[in-house]
């Protein structure tokens, strides 16, 4: 079977870091994706990783392990703005993506 | 307007009812995918376009969901004999050739009643 592991909630202040880290087991592999999705809204692409590493872009970076089943995605100075939900996904099969429930960030003051 | 576009944005039937949800993609984008989200979770993959050729339906719930790109642009959704458990926002993505990325339109919430 196809599972994606990631925490529901996570809270944290405005200016500080956050890590949300997502686990993953999958029947194929592309590419680890990282979309952000505000209530009643589209997600929106932030990442993709097929390699192992971290990629920067901006306030925002994304770490893979293949071997692991690992993958984090980090938010630097956090705005109010970045409250939203995470989606971690994994391509698979020929193009389909494969998410997780998502993890909803709340920024507080 | 260079985004994937979705009507309508919301629908209610009642239960037994058919309806059609609509999507356009980015202009040049050749695959396009339709995904069911839930309340609290995370999209679901319904089916697959390249161009006008359905490559992948695998996760059409049941025989009451179809899905048609007849000029491999403009896609509709269509759902016969509406049921409760339809109820969902049903979120459309297109991406190019040349990258792996999805871009997705605002969804239509579909509430069946």
């Known amino acids: 079977g196809q599972n994606i592991d990631q925490p529901t909630e996570m809270t944290a202040t405005e200016g500080a870091i956050v890590q949300i880290n997502c686990t993953y087991q999958?029947?194929?592999?592309?590419?680890l994706f990282w979309y952000q999705q505000h209530a009643g809204e589209a997600p929106t692409f932030l990442s993709y990783?097929?390699?192992?590493g971290l990629e920067e872009k901006g306030r925002f970076s994304s770490f893979l392990s293949r071997s692991k089943g690992y993958s984090y995605l980090l938010l630097k100075e956090l705005q109010m703005k970045d409250s939203a939900s995470y989606l971690c996904?994994?391509?698979?099969?020929?193009?389909?993506?494969?998410f997780g429930t998502g993890t909803r960030l709340t920024v507080i003051p | 307007g260079a985004g994937v576009s979705q009507s309508p944005r919301y629908k209610v039937a009642k239960r037994g009812q058919d309806v059609a949800l609509r999507c356009d993609p980015i202009?040049?984008?050749?695959?396009l995918f339709w995904y069911q989200q839930a309340l609290g979770q995370g999209p679901e993959f319904l089916t697959y376009?390249?161009?006008?050729?359905?490559?992948?339906k695998s996760g059409l719930p049941s025989d009451r969901f179809f899905a048609e790109r007849p000029e491999g642009s403009v896609s509709t959704l269509k759902i016969q004999r509406t049921q409760q458990e339809d109820s969902a926002v049903y979120l459309c993505?297109?991406?190019?050739?040349?990258?792996?990325?999805?871009?997705f339109g605002p969804g239509t919430r579909l509430t069946v009643t």
């Open positions: 996904a994994v391509g698979t099969g020929a193009n389909n993506l494969f």
């Open positions: 202009s040049g984008h050749v695959s």
């Open positions: 990783n097929v390699l192992d």
């Open positions: 376009f390249q161009n006008e050729a359905q490559l992948d």
């Open positions: 999958t029947s194929g592999f592309n590419g």
């Open positions: 993505a297109s991406s190019r050739p040349t990258g792996p990325e999805q871009y």
